[in-house]
């Protein structure tokens, strides 16, 4: 499996920006589509965003579309997830993930094998 590692979390203040950055090790980088995620406490884990093996194909969760984008940087082994105009709702534990090898994204925790330990992300009113 795939290790990873998140950072880049933080507090911030409504409105603000954070870029969390998610690095992976031990594995082909670009044969994983790459997802974010999220929990509040709780809660399960919510879909957040995910981007394919290429960087072509992307989805996001209505909840942050418009305020979040995904990226990834294959030479660099690491996807990141730029978050503007941030809410307090958006306060959460974020966590990278990677499916199986080749295998496309999807929306559900479910169908995702490797996961990072997560990073704190608390935005405050």
């Known amino acids: 499996q795939v290790q990873l590692v998140e950072s880049g979390g933080g507090l911030v203040q409504a409105g603000g920006s954070l870029r969390l950055s998610c690095a992976a090790s031990g594995r082909t980088f670009s044969f994983y589509d790459m997802g974010w995620f999220r929990r509040t406490p709780g809660q399960e884990r919510e879909f957040v965003a995910a981007i394919s093996r290429s960087g072509d194909s992307i989805y996001y969760a209505d909840s942050v579309k418009g305020r979040f984008t995904i990226s990834r940087d294959n030479a660099k082994n690491t996807v990141y997830l730029q978050m503007n105009s941030l809410k307090p709702e958006d306060t959460a534990v974020y966590y990278c993930?990677?499916?199986?090898?080749?295998?496309?994204?999807?929306?559900?925790?479910?169908?995702?094998?490797?996961w990072g330990q997560g990073t704190q992300v608390t935005v405050s009113s």
């Open positions: 993930a990677a499916p199986a090898p080749l295998r496309g994204f999807g929306l559900t925790e479910y169908e995702y094998r490797s």
